[in-house]
T-cell receptor
Framework: SQQGEEDPQALSIQEGENATMNCSYKTSINNLQWYRQNSGRGLVHLIL?????REKHSGRLRVTLDTSKKSSSLLITASRAADTASYFCATPYSGSARQLTFGSGTQLTVLP | KAGVTQTPRYLIKTRGQQVTLSCSPISGHRSVSWYQQTPGQGLQFLFEYFSETQRNKGNFPGRFSGRQFSNSRSEMNVSTLELGDSALYLC??????????????FGPGTRLTVL
């Protein structure tokens, strides 16, 4: 079963704009990860944030985590057409890094 | 290092048949996990193998099985295929450590269509 929901389900923006995606989860976690998937292909790991962190940056990505609200957000700044993909949040099930529970995903389309 | 490879990339079967999918992890990785992705259920964990032993199992019927070989390559098998088994099957490998922050590296997936 899925850990939680992501919203929006779909997001369409122009190149250069920022894109924000939100993820909610249900159980206590020790970390939360974000993955990208291009058109039905494999998943690419983007960033991991630990439960004791509130914010983390990686290049044009900024992730926040609010454990009191059981939610996370992914911000992509200065979006490019190549950022068009589905984005998923994932949490380890019972602390096992190798058993991830994924959100429902946000389909991001960046228009040139 | 070469990434995770999965074969075949595409597969078409009919109901009642069985299928075997293969996954070769990144060199040095000993853990292999399998996931099923469908439009309706999203990404769901199937099972994880480590050192030839199944370590975790998701909520799937016994028709879904897997194994891991001594070289860490893994196969998953689905018997008595049903239409609902049509999905993208993803394999992921990760390092040996038990840290909950280990990154999983995913293969390109096998697209299974059941007719």
């Amino acid at each position: 079963s899925q850990q939680g929901e992501e919203d929006p389900q779909a997001l369409s923006i122009q190149e250069g704009e920022n894109a924000t995606m939100n993820c909610s989860y249900k159980t206590s976690i020790n970390n939360l990860q974000w993955y990208r998937q291009n058109s039905g292909r494999g998943l690419v790991h983007l960033i991991l944030i630990r439960s004791n962190e509130r914010e983390k940056h990686s290049g044009r990505l900024r992730v926040t985590l609010d454990t009191s609200k059981k939610s996370s957000s992914l911000l992509i700044t200065a979006s490019r057409a190549a950022d068009t993909a589905s984005y998923f949040c994932a949490t380890p099930y019972s602390g096992s890094a190798r058993q991830l529970t994924f959100g429902s995903g946000t389909q991001l389309t960046v228009l040139p | 290092k070469a990434g995770v490879t999965q074969t075949p990339r595409y597969l078409i079967k009919t109901r009642g048949q069985q299928v075997t999918l293969s996954c070769s992890p990144i060199s040095g990785h000993r853990s292999v996990s399998w996931y099923q992705q469908t439009p309706g259920q999203g990404l769901q964990f199937l099972f994880e193998y480590f050192s030839e032993t199944q370590r975790n199992k998701g909520n799937f019927p016994g028709r879904f099985s897997g194994r891991q070989f001594s070289n860490s390559r893994s196969e998953m098998n689905v018997s008595t295929l049903e239409l609902g088994d049509s999905a993208l099957y993803l394999c992921a490998s990760s390092p040996e450590g038990r840290s909950s922050t280990d990154t999983q590296y995913f293969g390109p997936g096998t697209r299974l269509t059941v007719l």
